[in-house]
């Protein structure tokens, strides 16, 4: 069985310049998890999806992240501007159905904002 | 707000040695996970325990879940060098927002 996949694995971006991440989840998981990890810290959910409508986006900062999934499988999520604080890691994540079941991880994107 | 603290924020011991980690939260659960995080990479899920269950083995791993005092510990035996990680605990609470809330972390580092 495939894992969640990522890409880019790595992103060195400006200030106020945009970035965008791709994931695909595991085949047939209906949830999909977006977390942002800034070194030394645990994951912090940004944005959760079920099938390709949203569930939790309560700690999204809406003015400058969005995010879709689009037919309920891959997801994209943007940044637009960037500010240096968003230099962290962006995790996808995935699960079969709800948020209280495992989920699965894909290997996250390293974002550094210069 | 964080809902999972661990607990030591670091610890490094010798090889063989067994290693425990604490996890405690603020609201009644339904199930709390521990996962595991290598440097540079994804988080790998543990384990999973409901808030009905006392004490759940895997392998080398040991999880204990204590609903009186909010707490659980993950207990590693016979540590290798290949258990050096970040290990997170992760709430799913009962009431309020319905996501999995993940702690801090503790880094364990095992010598050679």
């Known amino acids: 069985e495939a894992g969640v996949a990522q890409s880019p694995r790595y992103k060195i971006i400006e200030k106020r310049q945009s970035v965008a991440f791709w994931c695909n989840p595991i085949?047939?998981?209906?949830?999909l998890y977006w977390y942002q990890q800034i070194l030394g810290q645990g994951p912090k959910l940004l944005i959760q999806f079920q099938n390709n409508g949203v569930v939790d986006d309560s700690q999204l900062p809406k003015d400058r992240f969005s995010a879709e999934r689009l037919k309920g499988v891959d997801s994209t999520l943007k940044i637009q501007p960037a500010k240096l604080e968003d230099s962290a890691v962006y995790l996808c994540?995935?699960?079969?159905?709800?948020?209280?079941?495992?989920?699965?991880f894909g290997p996250g994107t390293r974002l550094l904002v210069l | 707000s964080q809902q999972g603290e661990e607990d030591p924020q670091a610890l490094s011991i010798q090889e063989g040695e067994n290693a425990t980690m604490n996890c405690s939260y603020k609201t009644s659960i339904n199930n709390l996970q521990w996962y595991r995080q290598n440097s540079g990479r994804g988080l790998v899920h543990l384990i999973l325990?409901?808030?009905?269950?006392r004490e759940k083995h895997s392998g080398r791993l040991r999880v204990t879940l204590d609903t009186s005092k909010k707490s659980s510990s993950l207990l590693i035996t016979a540590s290798r060098a290949a258990d050096t990680a970040s290990y997170f605990c992760a709430t799913d609470a009962i009431q309020g927002a319905q996501k999995l809330v993940f702690g801090q972390g503790t880094r364990l580092t095992i010598n050679p």
């Open positions: 085949s047939g998981h209906a949830t």
């Open positions: 325990i409901r808030s009905n269950e």
């Open positions: 994540a995935s699960s079969l159905y709800t948020q209280g079941e495992t989920q699965y």
